[in-house]
Every structure is written in C-alpha cells, then in structure tokens.
Nanobody, 115 residues
Framework: QVQLVESGGGLVQPGGSLRLSCAAS????????MGWYRQAPGKQRELVAA???????NYADSVKGRFTISRDNAKNTVYLQMNSLKPEDTAVYYC?????????WGQGTQVTVSS
C-alpha cells in the first residue's frame, strides 16, 4: 500500500506561482513513476507532469515551460512548481503513484487562478 498526501494549493492571481507537494509513505519502494494530474469542473482528469524513478520527466503541452516536476528522494516527496499561472490552470490537482500492481492517488488539492 502507498499513501499520498498533497499540499500547497490555494488561490493565486494570474501570473503568480505555487508549489505543490506530494508526500509518499508506505511501500514507496514499489513506485516506479509519480505524476501530477488535474481535473477542472466538467472536464476529464488529465496528466500535467510525470517523473520516473530514473528522473525522466514529461509534461502536457499546455504547461511546458511554466511547470516543473521534481523529486526529493530523501523526503519521499514530489513537487510541482507552477509559474506564470493562468485562469485555465484552475483545477483540483492530484498526485498519482504508479506501481507494477496498482495506481495510488492522493486526495487532491485545489488550485484557483483568479484576480
């Protein structure tokens, strides 16, 4: 079992920045990739960024150049640094841990970009 807890969401003005954190606990040795997803009202959940255990990353086209995913293995934590935020980035952001058996999700954290 893997437990994931997100934090760092909130209200920010357009052009602002936020950093989301996802702390993992439990059978973290089984995780081979971590990802951030988001779901806006009335829309499907979509991948924002992902990072593998080897450090490879990939990003949705809509966030390339603005968001950065990183990990601190000593803290078992994955981060999503979000810069130049836009109103269309407003969503609930979820952390996902992928293992060979199951995918695990956090509870989500709300990000609202509004003036």
């Amino acid at each position: 079992q893997v437990q994931l807890v997100e934090s760092g969401g909130g209200l920010v003005q357009p052009g602002g920045s936020l950093r989301l954190s996802c702390a993992a606990s439990g059978s973290i040795f089984s995780i081979y990739a971590m990802g951030w997803y988001r779901q806006a009202p009335g829309k499907q959940r979509e991948l924002v960024a992902a990072i593998t255990s080897g450090g490879s990353t990939n990003y949705a086209d809509s966030v390339k150049g603005r968001f950065t995913i990183s990990r601190d293995n000593a803290k078992n934590t994955v981060y999503l640094q979000m810069n130049s935020l836009k109103p269309e980035d407003t969503a609930v952001y979820y952390c996902k841990g992928a293992t060979m058996g199951d995918d695990y999700w956090g509870q989500g954290t709300q990000v609202t970009v509004s003036s």
